[in-house]
């Protein structure tokens, strides 16, 4: 099982996605977690999510840490997958609590009261081409799936 998460294979456009992502994901749950780069930190966060947006503190608590912990994952490429999924959910659950009724469409000019969903989907289309691909060359997973056994076997096969 533990195989297939981290299964890869070495193609260098993957990282791109992987790290950008990564970066933007990072530095948003840094924000959240500890209130860097201007963000609330974790009491701010905890609070805006649990009173404002009545979720849960458990699944608040997993919000902030698939953002951050996510991030961090993607820019290592460690447990890629994982990351992307953490992510994947955190854009879904975005999209139907609070962006959904804003439309489509970012608010570019400001005239709109909120922010639409675009931006999430690309998110989401970005996390569903890691999660199916995994985290490509120059990964923590494609280097622990190298020094398996097994891929140690294909490789005195081939």
Request: charge should be positive.
């Amino acid at each position: 099982m533990f195989r297939k998460l981290i299964t890869t294979n070495d193609n260098p456009a993957t990282p791109i996605l992987r790290l950008v992502l990564g970066v933007v994901f990072f530095a948003h749950g840094a924000q959240k977690l500890l209130g860097w780069f201007g963000g609330p930190g974790f009491s701010g966060t905890m609070g805006m999510f649990t009173g404002y947006l009545h979720i849960p503190a458990p699944l608040a608590f997993l919000a902030i840490a698939a953002e951050f912990f996510g991030g961090l994952g993607l820019i290592l490429g460690f447990l890629t997958r994982i990351a992307a999924f953490g992510i994947a959910v955190n854009m879904l659950v975005a999209i139907a609590t609070v962006h959904h009724s804003y439309g489509f469409f970012m608010n570019w000019t400001g005239t709109q009261k909120g922010e639409g969903f675009e931006y999430h989907l690309l998110v989401l289309a970005i996390t569903a081409y890691l999660i199916i691909r995994g985290a490509g060359a120059f990964s923590v997973d494609r280097a622990i799936a190298a020094e398996s056994p097994v891929a140690q076997a294909r490789l005195a096969r081939a």
